[in-house]
């Protein structure tokens, strides 16, 4: 049984979504050293040429339509000196809190970053010109901006060839987008759904995910922030980058998640083995992997994370905002995964069979899949956890001290040698029948007052008139002795 059904009184619902979404854009002729090489050949264009009377026009026109595009929406842009001195989230999200928009141009960073670059060489000994692999610092500008489908999204570009973007956007406002298109309420918070109205639509509008119209958008804002590869006939291609795939479970109350969330969390550290990381992952361990396996425990400001992670891939849980269950999983290089595929060979033949799965954005239906059922797989294992949270709020109120007929009666410690000696004592069965009378019950209770406290919290039951007492009464005897053996044993468990 899965937790949303153990607990399907205590939430909203379940969704699975992507989360943050980085896409890479290369230009296919500049891909590499080797491209740029023929490229530059097939255009008559010398190979040392390529830092100077080839580069520099193409930069200072990436540098004049950023300044342009400032100008056209009044702002300036704003160029970072210390890489790490602030988050470029909190930064633009302040700017929205302060001019409140909700859709265009937010703000623009520009920053010295590190890039990919190439630079002439020449081999003596063969007598070739060509390009070799480089890496560098170019200037790059951040360009932060609301999209009415996509939300609050951010596009990077470099001021140096081969211009490689950066692309990010989060599932999480597509799927808002989607939902408001449907005329379907919800609750946000950030990037998490607290509430969805209708959550098997919202669950089938995730499911469609739709790569030939995001190629369309990708494109639009390639030639709108750097109009550089169209102004000489080229184009992008779009690659998956790194991509997270979240699956949510959403409690009505943090009250019901809390108690829930710690058991889970302090069982999986210890429970959670490579093997079982390997199988949540659909991964196999074989003699000659060299994969690093692991799993962390980080406590964090905003609460506790566990994460296992198996080379590229990994798959963690926390909680979002106290009463949502996140169980999200990352990958940072899709080719990982194996699928069963067409493969195009040089001979011109091609053939179905298993191969890594292409980093294209075409491949995002087929990766949702995988990482969904990955979050499925790891959530079916969470789910045979006992739930000890009902014995541990049972243990609480027996050990916390009472207030009955304006008198204080101190809770029972279980960890105290005379308390659970007394508490064993009363549960033994030969008291069931006739009670504890005379010798034995001076020598076990030593006091009306803890006789009381015994039967203030349940543990036994005092007939006035008799000089005995009975675990409790004859009708529910049973249960009440067994739940006092349950809370030894679980005590005796705990030390």
């Not at 480089?134 to 996509?150: M, P, T």
């Not at 989607?178 to 639509?201: C, G, H």
């Amino acid at each position: 049984m899965l937790l949303t059904d153990k607990y399907a009184d205590k939430i909203h619902g379940i969704i699975t979504c992507y989360d943050r979404m980085i896409i890479q854009g290369y230009i296919p002729n500049w891909s590499h050293a080797e491209a740029m090489t023929a490229y530059m050949k097939l255009n008559g264009i010398r190979i040392f040429d390529y830092p100077t009377s080839f580069s520099q026009p193409l930069t200072e026109q990436v540098r004049q339509n950023a300044e342009k595009i400032a100008h056209e929406n009044g702002m300036e842009i704003e160029f970072i000196r210390k890489l790490h001195a602030f988050r470029k989230d909190d930064r633009i999200q302040n700017i929205i809190a302060e001019t409140g928009k909700t859709e265009g141009l937010i703000h623009i960073f520009s920053a010295m970053e590190c890039c990919n670059t190439y630079r002439p060489w020449h081999d003596k000994t063969t007598g070739k010109t060509f390009l070799k692999f480089d890496q560098s610092k170019c200037l790059h500008y951040y360009f932060y901006f609301i999209d009415r489908e996509l939300g609050l999204c951010y596009l990077r570009i470099p001021t140096w060839p081969p211009f490689r973007l950066q692309f990010y956007m989060n599932g999480h406002n597509l799927l808002a987008y989607k939902l408001d298109k449907k005329q379907l309420s919800y609750r946000m918070q950030d990037n998490a759904f607290l509430e969805i109205s209708d959550i098997e639509t919202a669950q089938k509008l995730s499911d469609r995910i739709n790569p030939q119209g995001l190629h369309k958008v990708l494109d639009v804002f390639a030639r709108r922030y750097s109009p550089v590869p169209e102004s000489l006939g080229l184009g992008y291609t779009w690659t998956v980058q790194q991509i997270e795939c979240a699956t949510d479970i959403m409690f009505r109350k943090p009250e019901y998640l809390a108690p829930i969330y710690d058991e889970i969390i302090h069982t999986a550290i210890y429970t959670v083995k490579p093997d079982n990381i390997a199988t949540f992952l659909g991964q196999r361990i074989t003699y000659n992997c060299t994969k690093e396996i692991g799993t962390n425990y980080n406590q964090r400001i905003l609460g506790t994370r566990i994460k296992h992670h198996m080379g590229d891939v990994s798959i963690k849980m926390y909680d979002k905002f106290g009463c949502v269950l996140r169980i999200e999983s990352t990958c940072n290089d899709i080719s990982t995964f194996r699928v069963e595929r067409e493969v195009q060979h040089r001979d011109g033949t091609s053939d179905i069979r298993k191969a890594p799965l292409k980093k294209s954005i075409y491949s995002l239906y087929q990766l949702f899949t995988i990482l969904k059922s990955a979050n499925y797989r790891y959530l079916e294992f969470i789910s045979s956890f006992d739930d000890h949270s009902s014995g541990r709020k049972k243990l609480d109120e027996v050990s916390h001290s009472r207030w009955e007929k304006e008198r204080t009666y101190r809770g029972f410690n279980f960890f105290d040698s005379r308390d659970l000696s007394v508490l064993e004592a009363i549960s033994k069965g030969e008291y069931m029948t006739f009670g504890i009378q005379g010798n034995p019950a001076s020598s076990i209770l030593g006091s009306f007052r803890l006789l009381r406290n015994f039967e203030i919290n349940g543990f036994c039951h005092f007939p006035r008139m008799l000089m005995a007492f009975f675990n409790t009464s004859s009708a529910s005897w049973a249960s009440r002795n067994s739940r006092l053996r349950r809370a030894i044993s679980f005590c005796s468990s705990e030390a």
